[in-house]
C-alpha cells in the first residue's frame, strides 16, 4: 500500500506518495508528488502510481514477449507452427475443460483431437465440448476475432449447442450461485447491460491501458457478471487468449493444476469489487508462462 511522505524544504512541507515493489529479486521504490497538502482521496492517485509501477516492470516484460514471440512467429516453417499451433489447443482445451470437472485425460483429449479416437467409458458430453472447443480455439489461433455481445453468444453458441442447447447463446434469464463462492453474481436483469457496458468499456480502454492488463480485467469483470446459465468460465478464459492475440501477444492457458489461485484471486477481486488482486495473479501468471520468450 502506497503511503505519504513528508519532505520539508525551504520551511515547506511538500507531500510525495511512496509505494514498495518488489522486481527481480530486489526491492524498489517510486513515488509521485501530490503537492504541499495531502489530498482528501488518495484512490486516484494510488491507481496512477500503481500503474506506473507496472508500466516500469509488467508491461516493459510483456512487450519484450510480444517482440519475441513476433520475430518467432515470422521465422516458424509453417509446418512446425501448425504442430504447436495443434499442440496448443488440446493442452488449452483439457486444462479449461478439466477445471470445469470434464472427466477426460490429457491423453484421452489428446487421442481424440489429433487421431479421432473416443475415450471408452467417459460421458459423450465430455467429449462433443472437447472437440467444439478445440474447434473454436483452431479458428481464433488462425484468424483474430473482434468481441462484442454477438460474438460471445456466438462462440457460447458453438461451445454448448450440442450438450446444452437449452441455455447454448443465450444470456441467462434466471438467478445463479458459485458454488464455494462468496460472489454473488448480478440478477438476470443486469446481465445484459452490465455485458454490453463491458464491451464499450474494452473499447474505450483499448487506447489507455495495456493490453494484457486490458485482457486479464475483461476476463474478471466477465467472470464477475457471469452471464450464462453455464460455461462462463471457457467462454471467458476464450476471451482473454482472444483479445491478447488480437494485440499480437501469445494466448495463455490457465493449467488446471493452477485453478486453486486462479479462483482465489477471482474470488478476492469480485468480494472487493477490485480487479487488481487478479491483476496481480495474472501478470505474475504471464511472466511464468512466457519465460520462453523472456529468455530469448
Keep these: 500500500m502506497a503511503t505519504v511522505r513528508t519532505v520539508n524544504r525551504g520551511g515547506r512541507k511538500y507531500r510525495y506518495l511512496v509505494q514498495s515493489y518488489r522486481w527481480n529479486g530486489g526491492v524498489r521504490k517510486k513515488q509521485s508528488y501530490l503537492g504541499t497538502t495531502v489530498p482528501h482521496d488518495l484512490t486516484s492517485a494510488r491507481l496512477a502510481l500503481e500503474r506506473a509501477i507496472w508500466k516500469?516492470?509488467?508491461?516493459s516484460q510483456f512487450d519484450a514477449v510480444k517482440v519475441a514471440y513476433q520475430k518467432r512467429l515470422a521465422r516458424l516453417p509453417s509446418s512446425v507452427r501448425?504442430?504447436?499451433?495443434?499442440?496448443?489447443?488440446?493442452?488449452?482445451?483439457?486444462?479449461?475443460?478439466?477445471?470445469?470437472?470434464?472427466?477426460l485425460s490429457l491423453e484421452d483429449t489428446r487421442r481424440l483431437l489429433e487421431r479421432g479416437i473416443?475415450?471408452?467409458s467417459k460421458p459423450l458430453q465430455d467429449v462433443l465440448e472437447a472437440q467444439k472447443h478445440a474447434s473454436l480455439v483452431r479458428r481464433l489461433i488462425r484468424q483474430s476475432e473482434a468481441i462484442d455481445l454477438a460474438r460471445l453468444l456466438s462462440w457460447h453458441n458453438e461451445l454448448f449447442?450440442?450438450?446444452?442447447p437449452d441455455i447454448a447463446g443465450r444470456l441467462r434469464d434466471f438467478e445463479v450461485f458459485i458454488r464455494g463462492s462468496r460472489h454473488v453474481p448480478p440478477s438476470a436483469?443486469?446481465?445484459?447491460?452490465?455485458l454490453l457496458e463491458l464491451v464499450r468499456w474494452s473499447k474505450r480502454a483499448a487506447a489507455a491501458i495495456h493490453p494484457v492488463q486490458l485482457a486479464a480485467?475483461?476476463?474478471?469483470?466477465?467472470?464477475?457478471?457471469?452471464?450464462?446459465g453455464d460455461g462462463n468460465g471457457r467462454v471467458g478464459r476464450v476471451a482473454l487468449s482472444a483479445l491478447l492475440s488480437r494485440s499480437g501477444f501469445p494466448m495463455i492457458n490457465i493449467p488446471f493444476t493452477r485453478r486453486r489461485g486462479y479462483y482465489h484471486s477471482l474470488e478476492l477481486s469480485s468480494i472487493g469489487d477490485d480487479a487488481r488482486p487478479f491483476l496481480h495473479w495474472?501478470?505474475?501468471r504471464y511472466s511464468?508462462?512466457?519465460q520462453f520468450y523472456l529468455k530469448r
Design 56 to 59: 516500469a516492470t509488467w508491461f
Design 82 to 103: 501448425d504442430k504447436e499451433s495443434e499442440d496448443f489447443a488440446t493442452q488449452f482445451t483439457y486444462d479449461t475443460n478439466r477445471i470445469e470437472g470434464s472427466t
Design 118 to 120: 473416443t475415450p471408452a
Design 161 to 164: 449447442a450440442d450438450t446444452k
Design 189 to 194: 436483469l443486469e446481465v445484459r447491460p452490465m
Design 217 to 228: 480485467e475483461f476476463h474478471f469483470r466477465f467472470e464477475h457478471i457471469h452471464p450464462f
Design 282 to 284: 495474472f501478470f505474475l
Design 288 to 290: 511464468r508462462e512466457m
